[in-house]
């Protein structure tokens, strides 16, 4: 129910109004904030996962604005204009609070008020939201939610609708821990072909022989240990969706035979004679730069145009403002829950924190952050000092060669050196100390 999921802020400086508020919600919702003070308010909403507001229209004098209900309402429209906000006002008032519903608030409730009438339209307010929040804020599927506000993800959403309920294939492009995966199910989940197998393969971590059986399949005998006929990933996502991951990482010899299934639509399993039908729609992903699916000697052309009929390119976490905030709340609720912890507030240090950092590990790197801060916390408030980043999401690092062999140290510095020059073969080459046709052979050699 949406009300066992709620956490209210009641805003009023009579005290009998907050108690009565108070325990009559209290059975009913998660959680019940009380505030005297209409000052509190953006410290309130900015730390605590607010749900909805029960905002009075008349304090002490404390605003001189002629009406201090309107003044408040606009305050919180300013700082968060996704929580519904419903006033308290007497029959007197019910001028100013048309006029209020006109300036943003959501409802307004006449003292002295109906307990059912209240509890009405809290729930009405709060599966309004929910409906809302799912189509511009959130993107459901199944069995996720990706969750964002700025205008780079909304973008995101925006293509995604769009492209869903086609057969396109798609490329997935952005850094570790985005979530490119999430958006591959969700364009499944919103597809035709949601009933249908969704299908992912990590094709990067497979090598040469794996990568036949494992997309292709294989019959008994086809080589050693085939002690039996075995599907591919193809047959198995037939009708429905097959997600590849990492694509950037497979090898031309890899792409090649790719490029003739996408073409024919047909796999043959190794050690048969026999081609076998398929039909999937094809998302694929990759974190490398798009400069290097650009470069021929590292990725075939004819292929990218085979995968890539629309890009979707999926923001890094520091690109995306706000989200840091809606996401940190949405993960600490979560964790909360998870461990049997009660709801936490959020110190304006704590959140400063949160924005101050780069996240190389994006979103993934967030839910750790989170997720250990709210084991370790003994307290109900989240602080500044709760907040440890990893040393091992950083960028630029450099692989240790600790226990490699030359050629692997070799394929790394090969690697390293493309990576930094966005694929220029020869700005790579220069660097290296090589020709171009020398470091041609060692990219055919390695597979690169």
Not at 53 to 82: A, C, H, P, S, Y
Not at 155 to 174: M, R, W
Request: glycine share 6%; aromatic share 6%; hydrophobic share 40%.
């Amino acid at each position: 129910m949406v009300l066992k999921e709620a956490t209210v802020l009641v805003i009023d400086d009579d005290l009998d109004v907050l108690t009565a508020l108070r325990l009559l919600l209290k059975p009913i919702v998660k959680e019940v904030v009380i505030e005297k003070n209409p000052s509190n308010i953006g410290a309130q909403i900015e730390n605590k996962i607010v749900d909805i507001i029960i905002l009075d229209m008349n304090f002490n004098g404390l605003v001189n604005t002629g009406n201090e209900g309107i003044f408040w309402l606009n305050k919180i429209r300013k700082q968060r204009n996704d929580i519904p906000v419903v006033l308290i006002t007497a029959y007197a008032d019910i001028d100013l609070a048309i006029r209020a519903l006109k300036e943003g608030a959501s409802d307004f409730l006449v003292k002295p008020w109906k307990n059912e009438k209240i509890i009405q339209t809290i729930t009405t307010l709060l599966e309004s939201k929910k409906s809302k929040k799912q189509d511009t804020v959130t993107l459901q599927s199944n069995d996720t939610v990706i969750i964002g506000e700025s205008k780079v993800i909304k973008e995101v959403f925006l293509k995604l609708k769009k492209v869903a309920p086609t057969d396109a294939n798609v490329l997935i492009l952005g850094e570790n821990g985005t979530g490119k995966d999430l958006i591959a199910k969700a364009l499944h989940d919103n597809s035709n072909r949601k009933d249908k197998p969704f299908v992912k393969v990590d094709v990067g971590a497979l090598t040469s022989t794996l990568f036949e059986s494992e997309l292709f399949g294989s019959k008994k005998g086809a080589f050693t240990d085939a002690k039996e006929d075995r599907k591919g990933r193809f047959e198995v996502a037939h009708g429905g969706t097959l997600f590849l991951d990492e694509i950037g990482n497979i090898s031309l010899s890899q792409q090649a035979r790719l490029l003739t299934v996408l073409q024919n639509r047909q796999v043959t399993p190794l050690g048969s004679n026999e081609s076998i039908p398929v039909d999937i729609r094809l998302i694929c992903a990759t974190n490398i730069d798009p400069s290097i699916l650009a470069d021929e000697s590292r990725f075939r052309k004819d292929l990218v145009y085979r995968i890539n009929t629309l890009d979707i390119m999926v923001p890094p976490l520091r690109e995306r403002g706000t989200d840091i905030t809606l996401l940190s709340r949405h993960f600490i609720n979560i964790y909360a829950d998870k461990y049997n912890k009660s709801p936490f507030t959020l110190d304006t240090g704590f959140i400063s924190k949160l924005k101050k950092h780069d996240f190389p590990g994006n979103v993934r790197e967030l839910q750790y952050v989170l997720e250990r801060a709210v084991i370790m916390t003994d307290g109900s408030v989240l602080k500044s000092e709760d907040l440890v980043f990893s040393s091992i999401e950083r960028k630029n690092t450099v692989p240790t060669i600790k226990n490699m062999n030359l050629e692997d140290i070799e394929k790394n510095a090969i690697l390293t050196v493309l990576e930094k020059n966005k694929g220029n073969v020869s700005k790579s080459a220069k660097e290296l100390g090589i020709t171009r046709a020398a470091l041609y052979r060692r990219l055919d050699k390695y597979e690169l």
